[in-house]
C-alpha cells in the first residue's frame, strides 16, 4: 500500500510539474538598467563577411499600466569587415592614434551615434511601439529599426505551447513561430522557427529563454535570405542582464 501511495504521489508531482503554466510579460521597474550584448556576423555571398559586437545600456525611465519607456546608449562598438579580401577593423575602446585609416574614417561615423541616446516605447506584451534617436544621425537606423518585438501571447503558456508573430523590416516579412520547450529556474525556453518573404525569400532558426519575473530575453537566431540572386546568412546572439 505504501508503494503504491508513493507511485501515486510521484505521478501527480510529475504532473503537475508538466503542467506548469506562466504568463509572460515585460515587467521593468522604473530606475532599472540593463545591459545589451549583440553579437553578430554577416555573410554576403561567397566574398564578404562583417563581425560585430556591440554593447548598450538601457536605463528603464518610466512605467506605466500599459506602457514601459527607454533610453540607452551605445557604449562599445567592435567591428571586423572582410570586403572581397579587403579587412576593415573598428575598436570603439582604442585610441585614435591606433587605428588604422580606415578605423579612423569609421570612428568619426561612429563617434557621434555612441553620443546619442535612443528612446523607446514598449508595450507589456514586448512589442516596441516606437523608437528614436536623439540627435537623428545617418545610420542610426541600424539600432534603432532592428529592436525586435517578441509579442508575448496575452494568455499563459506551458511546454508545448506556441505562438506567432510577424516583423517588417526593409521590405522583408519575418513570421516566426515560438515553441515552449520547457520551464524551470524562473525561465522559459522556446525554440524559434521563422520565414521569410516580401523583398528576400529564407529561413530562421533559433533558441531563446525569457525571464518570467522581467521578460528579459536572451536569443540564438540564425537566418539565411536570398535577396536578388545574393545569399545573406546572419547569425546572432542577444543576452540582456540587469546592473
Known amino acids: 500500500m505504501k508503494k503504491l501511495l508513493l507511485l501515486a504521489f510521484i505521478a501527480i508531482t510529475a504532473q503537475t510539474y508538466a503542467q506548469e503554466s506562466v504568463l509572460l510579460r515585460t515587467n521593468y521597474n522604473e530606475g532599472d538598467v540593463y545591459t545589451a550584448s549583440v553579437v553578430q556576423k554577416q555573410i554576403i555571398g561567397m566574398d564578404g563577411s562583417t563581425d560585430m559586437t556591440i554593447l548598450m545600456e538601457m536605463e528603464v525611465t518610466d512605467v506605466a499600466q500599459d506602457t514601459i519607456k527607454t533610453a540607452s546608449k551605445i557604449t562599445s562598438i567592435d567591428m571586423k569587415m572582410n570586403q572581397g579580401g579587403m579587412v576593415m577593423n573598428y575598436n570603439s575602446d582604442m585610441d585614435e592614434e591606433d587605428l588604422d ?11 557621434p ?7 523607446s516605447s514598449l508595450d507589456r506584451y514586448g512589442n516596441t511601439l516606437s523608437t ?93 535570405v ?7 546568412t546572419v547569425i546572432s546572439t542577444m543576452e540582456m542582464s540587469k546592473q
Open 132 to 224: 528614436k534617436a536623439d540627435p537623428a544621425l545617418p545610420g542610426m537606423d541600424q539600432f534603432t529599426s532592428g529592436q525586435s518585438s517578441i509579442d508575448f501571447p496575452k494568455e499563459e503558456v506551458s511546454v508545448g505551447s506556441s505562438w506567432t508573430t510577424e516583423n517588417t523590416n526593409q521590405g522583408m516579412n519575418v513570421k516566426t513561430t515560438y515553441t515552449v520547450t520547457k520551464i524551470e529556474d524562473g525561465k522559459v525556453y522556446v525554440d524559434l522557427n521563422g520565414v521569410v518573404s516580401g523583398a528576400g525569400t529564407g529561413e530562421l532558426k533559433g533558441t531563446a529563454d525569457i525571464d518570467i519575473a522581467t521578460g528579459a530575453t536572451n536569443n540564438d537566431s540564425e537566418i539565411v
Open 226 to 232: 536570398t535577396a536578388q540572386g545574393m545569399q545573406v
Open 101 to 111: 585609416q580606415t578605423g579612423k574614417m569609421m570612428k568619426t561615423q561612429f563617434d
Open 113 to 119: 551615434m555612441m553620443e546619442a541616446v535612443i528612446y
